[in-house]
């Protein structure tokens, strides 16, 4: 299952990086309302766990004064601005695809080989209102796997830096279960002929960071299925332009 419509005139879909980040905090309701208002059909957010097992939309693994969101309960890090995934999915407008990616790096604090963050991350989803369109995504294969196997009807992305080439990911990333692979916007191989094999190979490839508009309207004329970018506004507009 892929989790991808095409934008408008069949173009691909704008995904707000952590939401309309030049617009709002980032990661916030208010961020992912404005990526909306922009014109981008999906967001990206991020998951971690905090002390007391609640899942929350930070990206870093500490907060701003060094203290280990794990290490926080969810509580305390409201206070901070910091949301709960529940109540950010509660408040998205209606319609809007999310992308969870789930954050388990080895050797930050809260790196877990026991995937706990994975089942409540689903426990989450399965539980919100709403038919909008959903995705999973993270850095580690384990995770990946963790993720696909705890919700099989979702789609889940393996997202990677720039240092691996699309190909090669998208090998990776089918061992372990996903449906989506997610280059970083200067990863090797996103011409043409690889999206094309990729994407022939039942897989969608989403790009993230692109905040370029020349570079996301070259992107869009090789194929590619979605944009993931901190400017999703700039991007619309660009899409537009092309066509």
């Known amino acids: 299952m892929l989790p991808f419509a095409k934008g408008d005139e069949g173009g691909p879909a704008v995904v707000g990086h952590r939401g309309a980040p030049l ?28 002390r007391d097992g609640t899942v929350v ?15 926080q309960d969810a509580g305390r890090l409201r206070a901070r601005g910091v949301w709960t995934l529940a109540a950010v999915l509660d408040r998205l407008p209606p319609g809007l695809g999310v992308d969870v990616e789930v954050k388990n790096f080895p050797g930050e604090p809260d790196h877990d ?12 989803l399965r539980a919100a209102a709403g038919g909008r369109p959903r995705l999973t995504s993270s850095f580690n294969p384990l995770t990946v796997a963790a993720l696909a196997a ?36 200067d990863a090797p191989a996103l011409d043409a002929r690889t999206v094309a094999t990729v ?41 537009r332009r092309r066509r």
Do not use: K, Y
């Open 150 to 185: 705890g919700m099989p009807g979702v789609p889940v992305g393996l997202v990677h830096g720039p240092g691996l080439r699309l190909d090669a990911a998208a090998e990776i990333g089918r061992e372990f279960g996903a449906t989506v692979v997610c280059p970083h916007v």
């Open 57 to 71: 939309v930070h990206h870093d693994a500490c907060t701003a004064d060094g203290t280990p969101v794990v290490e």
């Open 199 to 239: 994407r022939a190979a039942g897989m969608a490839v989403m790009v993230w960071p692109v905040d370029d508009p020349v570079r996301a309207v070259e992107l869009a004329a090789v194929g590619v299925d979605a944009l993931c970018t901190n400017d999703p506004a700039e991007l619309v507009q660009a899409l």
């Open 113 to 124: 080989d026991e995937h706990r963050l994975a089942a409540r991350v689903a426990d989450v």
């Open 23 to 50: 617009v709002a905090a980032e990661n916030t309701p208010a961020a992912f309302a404005a990526a909306a208002v922009a014109g981008a059909g999906w967001v990206e957010l991020d998951a971690r766990r905090s």
